[in-house]
């Protein structure tokens, strides 16, 4: 571990940053971590939609920086921010006052502008505020603000907001992004830039348009990013299909149990502490994985996260149990770890030796393709195998009962559910008719599937390509 001098080499403005980063990833996440259970079970929007909704803004986070990377160094980093900065709180803050689903994705999709923005201005700045000597240490300590503001908000603000009003957890990310222009207006300073006056940002951003097409033309490289993107499908379930599913199939009660018992709390595992089990992970074993990970080749690493990940997929097919389901986050999450740094380095080898730096710059489509497909598909399948074979029972039985009229259209699963047994139908009865292992299995084959193709790629263009 660095001692206290290490630290003491950043100057102030580094940690400025770091601490834009934290409140930004915090709200992010804070509010991702309850978003889809928000939409569903208190706007009452069908999981379908959210899927949409999902499927449009996560892609802009992981492809806008292309763009206003360009636009940030041409307006200045300062600039830049207060635009970020003031996208992201009204997107928030919007997010918590619509209920209507076109001013609701809408909002989202400000707050996704907001953010897209926001990314390549802070990874930039570390880039510019650490030096040869000191930019391992510098990007360590930016990555792991990010997993604890991921870590931290859900854990601790959510739960205290929500059992207030879930609105207020929009509202907590709307101050704690909006809140951050202050300290850009009277701390931030602008960074070193280097400036061609005689390009305009239309011209800097029509030059990175020309680098996406010369990028996406290079089939062999756009193939190996959307290959290994299929198992990042299986991680946007974590903010959708995972929490439905822990909200109405699994007992808490266990966990709760456990953790008040050596703590003498009165504490509670909810929907928002699923995404804390993904945070918690990275954050305590991210150094020790990447010790053992650094010693061997690229590639074979990739795909031994990849069977880590998929495991974990596998496991949540077991049981309805928390600590499976638990055991299933945590074992995924070794696999993210194994395997992502190792894409990066894989990346750097077959992208081509004079045009590296540009290359290297769109290797986040992983994120674009990924969650573009994970959002829709997760929703789609969640709803096909889960909720509806339960509706179609409870709707069977309260006809068989005369009560079919007490059924709204709309009506949400657990609500449905609830409504049954009031009216006599077990609720053990009803879970038994979805299918979770099947869902689950199938989000596992897509990682097998992933996996297939990866080591095919790696035997017909991968060697070939890199030499």
């Known amino acids: 571990m660095p001692n206290t ?3 003491k080499q950043f100057n102030s403005q580094f940690w400025i940053v770091v601490i834009f980063e934290f409140f930004e990833r915090g709200a992010y996440y804070g509010m991702m971590s309850v978003l889809s259970i928000y939409l569903t079970e ?15 803004i996560q892609p802009l986070l992981y492809f806008l920086p292309i763009l206003t990377g360009a636009i940030a160094d041409k307006m200045g980093y300062r600039k830049t921010l207060f635009f970020a900065f003031g996208f992201l709180g009204a997107g928030y803050f919007l997010t918590s006052q619509m209920t209507d689903y076109a001013a609701v994705f809408i909002s989202l999709v400000v707050m996704g502008i907001g953010a897209g923005t926001f990314k390549p201005i802070i990874s930039g700045s570390i880039a510019k505020l650490t030096n040869e000597q000191n930019s391992t240490l510098g990007f360590g300590i930016y ?4 997993n604890f503001g991921a870590f931290l908000f859900p854990l601790i603000i959510v739960p205290i907001l929500k059992s207030i009003d879930w609105r207020y957890v929009m509202l907590a990310s709307a101050l704690s992004t909006g809140l951050m222009i202050i300290p850009t207006l009277f701390i931030f300073k602008e960074p070193h ?11 800097s951003i029509y030059k990175i348009l020309k680098k996406v097409i010369d990028v996406a033309l290079n089939w062999r490289f756009i193939l190996f990013i959307f290959i290994y993107s299929l198992f990042w499908i299986l991680y946007f379930q974590m903010f ?7 909200q109405t199939f699994v007992d808490a009660t266990p966990l709760n149990n456990f953790v008040n018992n050596i703590f003498h709390t009165n504490w509670k595992f909810d929907v928002e502490h699923i995404t804390v089990i993904n945070a918690l992970t990275i954050i305590t074993l991210q150094l020790f994985v990447s010790n ?14 990849l ?15 928390i600590w499976v389901l638990v055991i299933g986050i945590v074992v995924f999450s070794f696999g993210e770890m194994i395997a992502h740094p190792k894409y990066i380095s894989y990346l750097g080898d077959i992208a081509p030796a004079d045009k590296k730096a540009t290359y290297m710059g769109f290797g986040f489509l992983y994120g674009v393709f990924g969650s573009a497909i994970g959002g829709i598909l997760g929703a789609f399948l969640y709803v096909k195998l889960l909720d509806n074979p339960m509706i179609d029972f409870v709707r069977l039985q309260l006809s068989a009962l005369g009560k079919n009229n007490l059924i709204p259209q709309n009506m949400q699963v657990n609500q449905l559910i609830e409504l049954a047994s009031k009216n006599g139908i077990p609720r053990d009865e009803i879970l038994q008719y979805a299918h979770p292992q099947e869902f689950w299995l199938i989000f596992a084959g897509i990682g097998v599937f992933a996996i297939f193709l990866l080591l095919i790629y790696e035997k017909l263009i991968g060697v070939r390509y890199k030499h």
Do not use: C, H, Q
Request: overall charge positive; proline content about 1%.
């Open 307 to 321: 069977l880590f990940g998929t495991a974990g997929m596998t496991i949540l097919a077991i049981s309805s149990n």
């Open 193 to 203: 830039r280097n400036i061609e006056a005689k390009d305009s940002v239309l011209s």
């Open 240 to 246: 959708d299909s995972v929490l439905w599913y822990f």
């Open 5 to 7: 001098n290490s630290y």
């Open 292 to 305: 053992i990970a650094k010693k061997y080749k690229a590639f074979p690493t990739i795909i031994v996260g």
């Open 143 to 146: 990555y792991w603000s990010i």
């Open 42 to 56: 208190i706007l009452g929007f069908s999981k379908e939609s959210v899927g949409v909704i999902k499927s449009t």
